[in-house]
């Protein structure tokens, strides 16, 4: 390649710099400063007078005068330029501003002596401060380019010659000197870095610094390319002459004196890990991703490679260093199967702990370091994780259930407790408490510390190996639970709503195996809360506990058997509450006890129902299912009494075959001026007929009632005792006496009625016959109504009653005196009309009356049944005479 024409193109945003090689002279001579707007420079001007312009531009002649030796532009803000020129006379030229509208600001700085040639500069931004490096081969200075003038920094007494002058990407000036390369910062010289050699250029490319080192031994070049941050050399190539090294284009370029030139490429990234894991520079892998801002997936797969390097080197501390690295990028079972062996827990350990830390850890995690702790006997480490969170700003960073499981099963229930206590999982605090430590009474202060829901589920849970071990203290909490007792504001609300407080109900499970703890908690609920929805329920366990012969859990209650008490077979001995066996020891305590719970019940069956409320406050039906089953025949009679279940009442005396009480309910049940039922007699009556054994007393008790309200007729009485073989006449014979001779009486009272009636309507049929066959005389002198003489116009009524035709008004036709009398018979017989087609009264009659022939006989007397045609009587048929018809 030709360098007579070559011309350097440096591109600094929109501004283009031209160098022109002057072939005669061999220097540069002029420089071209040409602002791109836009269009692009084919020709410009060459002018030898200063500081004329051309129509392309700014053009500025040195004239031959002085040699530049450096310069630098800066574009500040478009279209703003800096550019400084270093001259040979220890002085640098600085043109500001607009260069293609000609708005341009010249001043010069002198850097020292004329006989030091500027050989470098460097611009360096620290945000609105502009400084500029200055280097002449005796020193280093620095220029404030904000101050007017630009004040003076003179950085070091030593500088460097010409092309071993560049800028890092830190914006580091760095000067190369035989002995080493030194870095300065704005405060002076930093570090250095010790390559021996004359330093023919000195440059930087991406993060890599650039150096063609003369070699004056073996007289050849050597091109360097150093990776400072790694201390390592990138590259090196045996290199000829060079005149010339650029960096452009993503290349290094270096121009030689034999007019070639080399182009240098970096390779990617790939390729230089391959070649470092080759040569097993893992390091300096790892400082090349993180240097090149890799994304954390490739910097983990290196780091992975390091670790599985030193692993395979059985260096396990270091390579377990480079596996906690890659800890959210790796999957960590890679890493846990290389460290199962017990000689490596240690390790193994310090992987998970930084696992958790990240918050990345799984159940299976936790178990596995809380396994790691306890087989290291470590309690320090295992304080640490545990209760590292007492600040309480911070969430736990492992499974709290896998903690206390594992914590629990390894023996150190005080870590469980505590995990489960801060993570507010109460049910595992005190299965710990309860189940592992026995320790009762602190598990029922936990439980009081809780609030009311939260206590509510904790005693459901766990109540009953507190009232197995606590019955009394367990009692407690739950009455203040259930009655709202507690100090809590929510808990004194809720006493006054009971129905947003639990129900005793609701924790009846927990009394399982003890029944009598259950009875004293219902019977102090319900002696402190009158009035509660749950009362029924409570009562109906109450009885169960209450009327049962052995004092067990209630499981009537709970399953709700409940049947038709007409169903229920009697399976036990009824008479059993007062029994002859002699007892002893526990026996007699248990009897004492069972005592002591039947008087409750029948107390309760009876307070609980009082007289002015239709149902009682437990389930009747229950009650007797009760007491039938466990033979209280008190608390029978009662309900059934309650009920107007006479007749079972009487049947319970039946069974039992008390006679005496029997008679003695009767009398008290049978009044019937006392709302009582008569019939209740005949039941008696058919009993003791079927009894089978000598009962004469009680039947002649019997049939003095059933005479005294007729509620049997003597066949049907002497038919129910003629079953009893034990019975005798002598039992009757006074009874049906006194019925026959009633029933004489009675004959005879009836016969006398029928011959009374009989007259009565011969009487009756010969006054008709009369009145249809012979003439009626009307003899009457005064008026009926009003008593005065009768005189003309006057009314005769065939009933023989004359009055006034004025005193009858406009009734002509019928008798007032007779005529009340004749419309009341009229209205009885329509009624009894009536009454023959209602079917269901007169079967009801029948079957109501204790002598149902009676009613029919009654019928048949009044003439419903019968069909009878005649019509009404003549006897008020209206008849007259008038004076005027005479």
């Known amino acids: 390649m030709s360098l007579h024409h070559l011309s350097y193109q440096l591109y600094v945003s929109k501004s283009l710099i031209l160098i022109r090689w002057n072939q005669r002279v061999q220097a540069p001579a002029v420089l071209f400063v040409f602002k791109y707007c836009g269009f692009s420079p084919t020709s410009f001007l060459q002018q030898r007078s200063e500081d004329k312009a051309c129509h392309s531009g700014w053009v500025l002649n040195l004239c031959m005068l002085t040699q530049i030796t450096s310069f630098l532009v800066l574009e500040e803000a478009p279209p703003i330029l800096l550019i400084s020129i270093g001259l ?141 941050k790694n201390r390592l050399i990138a590259h090196s190539i045996v290199v000829g002459d060079v005149s010339h090294m650029l960096s452009e284009w993503g290349n290094i370029i270096l121009i030689m004196s034999d007019k070639t030139a080399l182009c240098i490429g970096e390779k990617d990234m790939e390729s230089k890990l391959d070649m470092l894991f080759k040569k097993n520079l893992y390091a300096v892998a790892i400082n090349l991703v993180q240097s090149n801002q890799a994304d954390a997936a490739a910097t983990a797969e290196v780091l992975r490679k390091y670790g599985d390097h030193l692993y395979g080197k059985q260096d396990y501390d270091e390579a377990m260093s480079q596996y906690i690295l ?18 490596r827990i240690y390790n193994l350990t310090s992987y998970l702990e930084k696992l958790h830390e990240k918050g990345l850890a799984s159940k299976d995690h936790t178990t596995l370091l809380l396994n790691c702790y306890t087989k290291l006997k470590d309690v320090a480490k295992l304080d640490e994780f545990i209760k590292g969170e007492e600040d309480g700003v911070r969430e736990h960073k492992f499974d709290v259930e896998t903690a206390v499981r594992v914590c629990r099963a390894a023996g150190y229930h005080e870590h469980a407790m505590y995990v489960a206590k801060k993570a507010g999982r109460h049910e595992w605090y005190l299965k710990i408490l309860l189940e592992d430590l026995d320790r009762y009474d602190e598990a029922l202060e ?10 509510e589920t904790t005693l459901k849970e766990y109540g009953k190996i507190l009232v197995e071990h606590k019955p009394f203290e367990t009692v407690e909490i739950l009455m203040r639970l259930c009655t709202g007792d507690g100090e809590s504001g929510e808990e004194a609300s809720n006493a006054l709503y009971p129905s947003k407080l639990p129900s005793p109900t609701d924790f009846m499970s927990i009394f399982i195996h003890q029944p009598k703890s259950l009875m004293e908690f219902f019977e ?79 107390g309760l069956l009876k307070s609980a129902w009082p007289s002015h409320m239709d149902q009682p406050m437990y389930d009747v039906d229950l009650a007797i299912i009760l007491c039938e089953l466990n033979g209280v025949r008190e608390g029978r009679l009662f309900l059934y009494e309650k009920m107007k279940l006479y007749k079972e009442v009487i049947s319970c005396y039946m069974q039992d075959h008390d006679h005496e009480g029997l008679i003695t309910c009767c009398k008290k049940l049978g009044d019937s001026s006392k709302g009582g ?78 011959e009374k009636y009989q007259e009565e309507t011969s009487a009756m049929r010969k006054e008709i016959n009369e009145l249809r066959t012979n003439a009626r005389i009307f003899q009457l002198s005064k008026c009926t109504a009003c008593t005065f003489t009768l005189d003309l116009p006057a009314v005769h009524f065939m009933c023989m009653h004359s009055f006034h035709q004025r005193c009858l008004g406009d009734n002509e036709k019928e008798c007032p005196v007779c005529v009340p009398q004749y419309k009341s018979l009229t209205e009885m017989k329509r009624s009894l009309e009536q009454n023959a087609k209602d079917h269901d009264r007169f079967f009801q009659q029948v079957r109501s009356s204790s002598d149902g022939f009676s009613v029919i006989a009654s019928y048949f007397g009044k003439g419903v049944v019968s069909k009878t045609g005649d019509g009404p009587p003549a006897v008020c048929r209206t008849g007259s005479n008038r004076s005027d018809g005479l």
């Open 88 to 228: 040979d006379n220890g002085s640098i030229y600085c043109i500001k501003g607009d260069i293609a509208r000609e708005r341009i600001q010249r001043f010069k700085l002198q850097v020292g002596s004329t006989s030091d040639s500027v050989t470098g500069l460097g611009f360096r931004v620290d945000g609105q401060a502009l400084q500029l490096f200055a280097v002449t081969p005796s020193s280093v200075s620095l220029f404030s380019m904000q101050d007017q003038p630009p004040k003076k920094q003179t950085l070091d007494q030593i500088g460097c010659e010409a092309n071993s002058v560049t800028m890092s990407d830190r914006q580091e000036l760095v000067i190369g000197r035989p002995e080493a390369v030194y870095f300065y910062e704005v405060d002076g010289r930093g570090p250095c870095w010790a390559f021996e050699g004359e330093k023919k250029f000195l440059g930087w490319f991406r993060g890599y610094l650039l150096a063609v080192i003369s070699d004056q031994r073996g007289n050849k070049n050597t091109f360097n390319v150093y990776d400072l």
């Open 326 to 343: 890659t800890i959210g990028q790796l999957e960590p079972s890679y890493v846990i199967q290389k460290f199962l062996d017990a000689q």
């Open 446 to 455: 936990y439980i009081s510390s809780l609030e009311p829901n939260q206590a």
């Open 524 to 602: 102090k609920y319900t002696n402190r809360v009158k009035e509660s929805p749950a009362h029924v329920e409570i009562h109906n366990t109450l009885l169960e506990l209450y009327l049962s012969r052995d004092l067990s859990f209630p499981l009537i209650t709970q399953e709700g058997l409940i049947t038709d008490v007409n169903n229920i077979k009697q399976s036990v001995p009824l008479n059993t509450v007062t029994t002859g066996v002699s007892i002893s020891g526990d026996n007699k305590y248990k009897e004492r006890d069972r005592l002591q719970r039947l008087e409750k019940g029948l």
């Open 677 to 754: 039922d008569p019939s209740l007699w005949a039941d008696v009556l058919k009993y003791f007929g079927e009894l089978g054994e000598d009962c004469s007393k009680e039947v002649k008790e019997v049939l003095v009632y059933i005479e005294r309200d007729d509620i049997l007729p003597p066949i049907i009485v002497l038919q129910a005792l003629s079953r009893n073989p034990c019975l005798t006449l002598s039992v009757v014979k006074d009874y049906i006496a006194r019925k026959l001779e009633q029933e004489s009486k009675l004959i005879e009272e009836d016969r006398k009625s029928i």
